[in-house]
């Protein structure tokens, strides 16, 4: 069963940084592509960063290109969302899913919750 837990969120003032950690168990971890998504209040889900499986390849949403950093350690099955430079409207819900193509094998977690304000 493909499990993955975030965390790492929390409070943190305009122009600060986090970084979320996604721990995957219970699948080969090297064989998924991992996707961040968030939520915003009132707002539908959407995806922020991606990395491919071999962790060769990370695509961005324009709103977060040179801010955000997706990487992945598979030692430690896990996956890092470092996130700098941090604006209120990067609050949200962010949670992590895995992907083989265009299919999503793990359910939607509880997330975790980031908030940017001063």
């Known amino acids: 069963q493909v499990q993955l837990v975030e965390s790492g969120g929390g409070l943190v003032q305009p122009g600060g940084s986090l970084r979320l950690s996604c721990v995957a168990s219970g699948f080969t971890f090297s064989i998924y592509a991992i996707d961040w998504y968030r939520q915003a209040p009132g707002k539908e889900r959407a995806l922020v960063a991606a990395i491919s499986s071999t962790g060769g390849s990370t695509n961005y949403a324009d709103s977060v290109k040179g801010r955000f950093t997706i990487s992945q350690d598979n030692a430690k099955n896990t996956v890092y969302l470092q996130m700098n430079s941090l604006k209120p409207e990067d609050t949200a819900v962010y949670y992590c899913?895995?992907?083989?193509?265009?299919?999503?094998?793990?359910?939607w977690g509880q997330g975790t919750q980031v908030t940017v304000s001063s």
């Open positions: 899913t895995a992907r083989r193509g265009t299919i999503q094998y793990s359910d």
